[in-house]
């Protein structure tokens, strides 16, 4: 989807700046950061559609960011990327409530797929969500102010 924000996650910032670049020159609106620390105070800025997540990093890795992301109850998608094969991990990323991952290095067109799959997902949520809530309003019209904060 044209437009589509992505926050780039990805402790190997040559990588992660010339990811950014590639998703630019296809219409992506891509902020790079290189923590997971870095990626929790971003979401807390600004709302993104996906976040493409590096599994493996120093500090706060891609399972602790992952963590501290779903607990911000936002709505976006987390696709993680990791260069190591760790299976294992990338399972329990999905369990944890990742989109899916992809192993690096990876092709553009592959990661592009993802991210596209990634933000039909987070689109219908959010659909799902607002129409429960203007469910809620026309049954209680008294309430229907709080449901949108």
Excluded at 64 to 74: F, S, W
Aim: hydrophobic share 40%; aromatic share 6%; net charge negative.
């Amino acid at each position: 989807m044209i437009g589509t924000k992505i926050l780039l996650v990805d402790d190997e910032e040559i990588f992660a700046d010339n990811m950014a670049k590639l998703l630019q020159s296809r219409n992506y609106k891509v902020t790079a950061v290189y923590n997971g620390e870095s990626a929790v105070k971003a979401l807390e800025k600004e709302k993104f559609d996906v976040v493409v997540l590096d599994l493996k990093m120093p500090g706060m890795n891609g399972i602790a960011t992952l963590k501290e992301i779903k607990k911000l109850g936002l709505f976006t998608e987390t696709l993680l990327l990791t260069g190591h094969g760790s299976v294992d991990a990338a399972v329990e990323a999905i369990r944890l409530g990742a989109y899916d991952f992809l192993n690096k290095p990876c092709d553009i067109d592959d990661l592009i797929e993802k991210i596209e799959g990634a933000g039909r997902k987070k689109d219908d949520a959010w659909k799902k969500d607002m129409e429960e809530k203007l469910k809620r309003a026309v049954e209680s019209p008294s309430d229907a102010f709080k449901l949108f904060d």
